[in-house]
């Protein structure tokens, strides 16, 4: 039967059972608003291989999971979530009473969690807002990205004071100091941490992210002409899905495409966006005269058929921690090309075509390579399925364990 200790913001109250001694990993992501975004999915895979090693009594570490307390519709989607690629249940579970309001939830976890944590050996922070430095326990932080910090003039304005709180807060140097150990998601990542943060490359591990490898499979016919009808995906494609804020450089692609000067093919843009995000980026499309299809939000289940189906997944981002839509293609047999910045030379490797980020003819005359090149697009397409093998959350479950091993508290 899990553990259960139940954490207020106004102290602890520990069940009958001892936890004491436990590793608690910060699984919180999966019960607020972040559960959907890219947080979300590195903390339900990490967990995920968690849960696989545990279910082959592999784990040989007592492992907790640190969650908020949630109504049950809440708790449902964030199960759903976290269980695409595991049963987490097999997991210990610690709860956390908290606000749902990011900013006061910092504050909270701040003050508070050092005290309430009390009886760990290790805590993992998976995402910095909830960092606790105590002297009684050791603290591993995964810090996946500081893209805010990269361009502030865009994230860190009037518009975000959150962040401008949290970025001023995050830039202080005695809390990576007191921090025992932090993880990056790929090296260009290790980079600009330590470039912004301050903090020594020596102190910091990289460990990658997997994907799904049960989700990212060929679909059944049926299902991807299932996907093809509803969208009406008549024509053939290129593909885009994720974010539309300023570093994913949709109107670069948006130009790009246009710039190819073809009729016969269409650009497909998935994931949810802004009323705004989407007056601008139809403004783009319509001054470039570029035949741009808006998707909207995509189901989970149509995104493998999305892959399936298209000609190219188009990844033109400024600054990545990581990447991970670029193996989703990859493994989904889609040829990927992907800007040559931040990370994405490092998670691409040979297996797909690199372009000039700021660029639109250098994206255009990519793209057109593979479109009229099918010997290209083939050899692409075995070279992505070889090269995604690699990448697994049971690899990154594994890889994690061993710097719990190195930095827990004795």
């Not at 995920?48 to 592999?58: I, T, V």
């Not at 900013?103 to 998976?126: D, I, M, Q």
């Not at 959150?162 to 921090?179: F, G, H, Q, T, V």
């Not at 994720?242 to 246009?258: P, V």
Request: net charge neutral.
């Amino acid at each position: 039967m899990s553990i259960v200790q139940h954490l207020s913001p106004i102290g602890i109250r520990r069940s009958a059972a001892s936890a004491a001694g436990s590793i608690v990993v910060d699984g919180t992501a999966l019960d607020t608003g972040h559960r959907e975004r890219g947080l979300g999915r590195l903390v339900s895979g990490l967990l995920s291989g968690f849960a696989e090693l545990s279910a082959e009594h592999r784990l040989d570490l007592p492992l907790a999971t640190l969650r908020l307390r949630s109504s049950a519709r809440e708790r449902a989607d964030g199960q759903s979530v976290a269980g695409r690629a595991g049963d987490l249940s097999v997991l210990e579970s610690w709860t956390l009473a908290r606000p749902r309001g990011h900013l006061t939830r910092w504050f909270l976890n701040e003050l508070l969690l050092p005290s309430e944590l009390e009886g760990c050996r290790l805590y993992h922070a998976t995402d910095p807002w909830a960092l606790p430095i105590s002297t009684h326990f050791a603290t591993v932080a995964t810090v996946a990205d500081v893209i805010p910090l990269l361009f502030p003039e865009h994230y860190l304005n009037r518009k975000h004071m959150n962040w401008r709180i949290y970025y001023a807060a995050l830039r202080r140097a005695d809390r990576w100091n007191k921090c025992t150990h932090i993880i990056a998601i790929s090296q260009a990542a290790k980079a600009t941490i330590s470039e912004y943060l301050g903090v020594p490359g020596e102190k910091i591990t990289v460990v990658y992210p997997g994907i799904d490898h049960g989700q990212f499979r060929t679909p059944a016919a049926e299902t991807i002409a299932r996907v093809r009808d509803r969208y009406g995906l008549e024509r053939p494609f290129f593909l885009y899905l994720g974010g539309y804020d300023y570093r994913k450089n949709i109107a670069t692609l948006i130009r790009a495409f246009a710039n190819m000067r073809r009729s016969d093919v269409e650009l497909v843009l998935a994931g949810g966006m802004t009323p705004r995000q989407r007056v601008d980026l139809e403004g783009v499309a319509r001054r470039a005269a570029a035949p741009v299809r808006f998707l909207g939000y995509v189901d989970d289940d149509a995104v493998p058929a999305l892959y399936a189906l298209a000609v190219a997944f188009c990844y033109p981002s400024l600054a990545e921690g990581f990447g991970l839509q670029v193996l989703e293609s990859m493994a989904m047999g889609c040829p990927v090309v992907a800007a040559n910045s931040s990370c994405l030379p490092e998670v691409v490797g040979d297996a797909g075509l690199l372009a000039d980020v700021h660029d639109a003819d250098d994206f255009a005359s990519a793209l057109r390579r593979i479109l009229d090149d099918s010997t290209l697009r083939q050899d692409l397409v075995a070279r992505g399925r070889e090269h995604v093998k690699q990448f697994s959350w049971r690899r990154c479950a594994e890889e994690t364990l061993a710097i719990y091993r190195t930095f827990r508290a004795s």
